[in-house]
């Protein structure tokens, strides 16, 4: 099981911790990857991070600003998201896929961030 959490109102140039708690998986053996569901334009993959050795990956609409690191004692995945904008305002989600795998198997209930004066 995933499960995203931390979302809520943030005003335009500020930052948000998203949290992914993982529950049910060897997380070794995965690869955990943070996606938004913007209104009107589908869902975009975000970020994501080898729970093996760390390795992180970005979108390069959101490199340098949106930034994923993990807990391993608390088996939770975080995306720090920074500097927001109106744009930013999406369902965000965490999914679990292997790390042979292309695609996202598991997926939690999403957070929703909205970022609004």
């Known amino acids: 099981q995933l499960q995203a959490s931390g979302g809520g109102l943030v005003q335009p140039g500020g930052s948000r911790t998203l949290s992914c708690t993982v529950s049910?998986?060897?997380?070794?053996?995965?690869?955990i990857g943070w996606h938004r569901h913007l209104p009107g334009a589908g869902r975009r993959w975000l970020s994501s991070?080898?729970?093996?050795?760390?390795?992180?990956n970005y979108a390069a609409s959101v490199k340098g600003r949106f930034t994923v690191s993990r807990d391993s004692g608390k088996n939770t995945v975080y995306l720090h998201v920074n500097n927001l904008t109106p744009d930013d305002t999406a369902i965000y989600f965490c999914?679990?896929?292997?790390?042979?795998?292309?695609?996202?198997?598991?997926w939690g209930q999403g957070t929703l961030v909205t970022v609004s004066s």
């Open positions: 999914a679990a896929r292997r790390i042979e795998r292309d695609e996202y198997n598991y």
């Open positions: 991070i080898t729970m093996r050795d760390s390795r992180t």
């Open positions: 049910g998986f060897t997380l070794e053996d995965y690869v």
